[in-house]
């Protein structure tokens, strides 16, 4: 006991002395020579202690206060670890509420091991100066610190920290809620504050998929089968020189499906979706901005391209255009000037600047990235903007063949076959109906309806339909013949009045020469009489 208080009584003075000494080195001592002395005193700790350590910070310094990728990538990484062998946890909800991931809160360590060597990582905080205002984000600063052995130098530079973020990325790629994103209009100045985002968003909760698809089975498992050669051919379009992204053109007649299409694109991929609205675009530096913004694993989308803005059309049609405004007078000049600044006003996106979008260099960014256009009038399209390399693959989505309303009828009805089915075969090859109008009639509109009753709709909506298309093409028949005869009449009275003009003209010749004829001889006889 007496051994206790003597080192307790020789040990007080020590720390004493120690604490003055620091108090006066932070005080009094130039910075300058705090520095050097920092320096050496590392060095020569370096040589007795083993390891490294290597620091993430939560932030970028130059991220607009952005989280760090390589941050919220380790976060996701040490999650599966931190359950087990932390003892205090954080909880960040994702999925919109709908999960929670647990890591561990700071001050906290865990271990990893990867080929065979030990690792550790350490959740810290650096509390900054409580005087200072921070606008955008919390003042304390949060960092992942790895410590390893300094023997593993390379293991863990080279290896280790890629496994890291790779896995990182793909835990939170599988754990993400899927968003379906639209462009928010473009400010007028072209600033926006931060805050401000150029994409809303919304949770992704589409329902279609390749298996409730009303279309041709074989058709089906093609276009999935190129959807998955896309996904996993990463290192194949870096060999080409290709960027990592693949264009689809959907085109067909209203109502066959090419909304439910891009949807089942992005359940099967599990991709986000961006639907692009060119109206609510600017300007080519916009439609720029707007996909630097987007992330890779996503579809882009432009539904309707051929009435989004007037720049699909053909380009011999604008320079007929063109030469049509320098006929006219100056008054009409200055009407047109005034139109087009009202449509600049509205969008200056042109038809260069969607090309360079879709594949230009800024259309590398990221990678991984669908672009999908669709159309109801595929030949109103120009040609430079769907040809191959750009929409690499043209699929035609069109009125519903029988095998499509199997699909449709087992989804809506639960059945397979039906007395029903022969006719309704014979009925959809003699007429044309889309997949949305066959969906409609198989819904049972009451609980009373069954199979049967929606069965015998279709049928009667289809001979309804192969009436009106017979009826349809008489009128269009009559109208065409009447319209020929129009125009046979029409030449036939042309050449009744050229030929009237040509008679007038004999006429006036031939008196016209009789004329001169009488003249000449009253002067012969003139003449003679002389």
């Known amino acids: 006991m007496m051994m206790m208080q003597d080192v307790w009584t020789q040990l007080g003075p020590t720390i004493a002395a120690i604490m003055f000494t620091w108090t006066m080195y932070q005080n009094y001592f130039p910075h300058q020579l705090r520095g050097h ?37 380790i976060e996701r990484y040490l999650s599966k670890n931190s359950c087990t062998q932390a003892k205090r946890l954080k909880a960040n909800v994702v999925k919109d509420g709908q999960s929670v991931v647990l890591t561990m809160d700071d001050h906290e360590e865990i271990t990893d091991e990867y080929k065979g060597e030990k690792v550790w990582w350490i959740s810290s905080q650096k509390l900054a100066n409580k005087q200072t205002i921070s606008l955008w984000k919390e003042d304390d600063k949060r960092y992942f610190k790895l410590k390893f052995h300094r023997k593993n130098r390379e293991l863990i ?34 600033y926006r504050y931060r805050g401000w ?26 276009i999935m089968d190129d959807l998955q050669t896309f996904r996993k051919s990463k290192d ?58 987007t992330t890779s694993k ?7 391209i051929d009435c989004s803005l007037d720049l699909t059309g053909q380009r011999e049609e604008k320079k007929k255009k063109d ?69 690499d693959k043209h699929i035609v989505l069109s009125y519903c063949c029988f095998e499509s309303f199997k699909v449709l009828a087992y989804n809506y009805l639960d059945v397979e076959s039906h007395d029903y089915f022969p006719e309704i075969r014979r009925l959809l090859g003699e007429t044309n109906m889309t997949p949305a109008d066959i969906a409609e009639n198989l ?40 319209e020929k005869e129009k125009e046979v009449k029409e030449k036939e009275e042309k050449k009744k009045k050229l030929a009237a003009v040509d008679g007038v003209n004999k006429n006036e010749k031939s008196e016209s020469n009789g004329t001169e004829e009488n003249g000449s001889a009253k002067e012969n006889g003139d003449v003679s009489k002389d």
Request: hydrophobic share 35%; with cysteine.
């Open 197 to 222: 985002r150029i994409w809303s968003q919304v949770v992704f909760e589409h329902p279609s998929t390749f298996d409730t698809l009303a279309m041709d089975p074989n058709k089906k498992q093609e």
């Open 157 to 190: 530079t080279n290896s280790y920290l890629k496994y890291v973020l790779d896995e990182g990325k793909a835990i939170a790629v599988r754990e993400r809620q899927r968003k379906l994103y639209t462009n928010n209009k473009g400010e007028s100045g072209g």
């Open 37 to 73: 002395i920092r320096r050496y005193t590392d060095k020569i700790i370096s040589y007795f202690y083993p390891y490294m350590h290597i620091i993430f910070h939560e932030y970028d310094t130059d991220g607009w206060f952005e989280r760090s990728k390589a941050y919220v990538a």
């Open 443 to 482: 819904m049972p509109k009451s609980s009373k309806e069954n199979a049967d009753t929606c069965l015998k709709r279709l049928i009667e909506a289809l001979e309804n339909a192969k009436e009106e298309a017979k009826l349809k093409a008489k009128e269009e028949e009559e109208r065409a013949k009447a």
């Open 323 to 391: 030469e049509k405004d320098k006929e006219k007078d100056e008054k009409d000049a200055i009407v047109e000037k005034m139109k087009k600044g009202e449509a600049k006003e509205k969008s200056e996106v042109t038809l260069s600047g969607l090309l360079n979008f879709i594949d230009g260099l800024w259309s590398a960014i990221g990678g991984e990235r669908l672009i999908v256009f669709t159309t109801n009038y595929v030949e109103k399209l120009d040609p430079a903007l769907i040809r191959r390399g750009r929409m």
């Open 298 to 304: 996503s579809i882009i989308v432009i539904e309707d």
């Open 236 to 293: 194949y379009y870096a060999k080409i020189g290709k960027a990592w992204k693949r264009g689809y053109l959907l085109y067909g007649p209203p109502g066959t499906g090419k909304s439910s299409m891009i949807a089942a694109m992005a359940n099967f991929l599990e991709y986000d979706i961006y639907d692009l609205e060119l109206t609510a675009v600017k300007d080519n530096t916009e439609l720029r901005r707007l996909l630097i913004d």
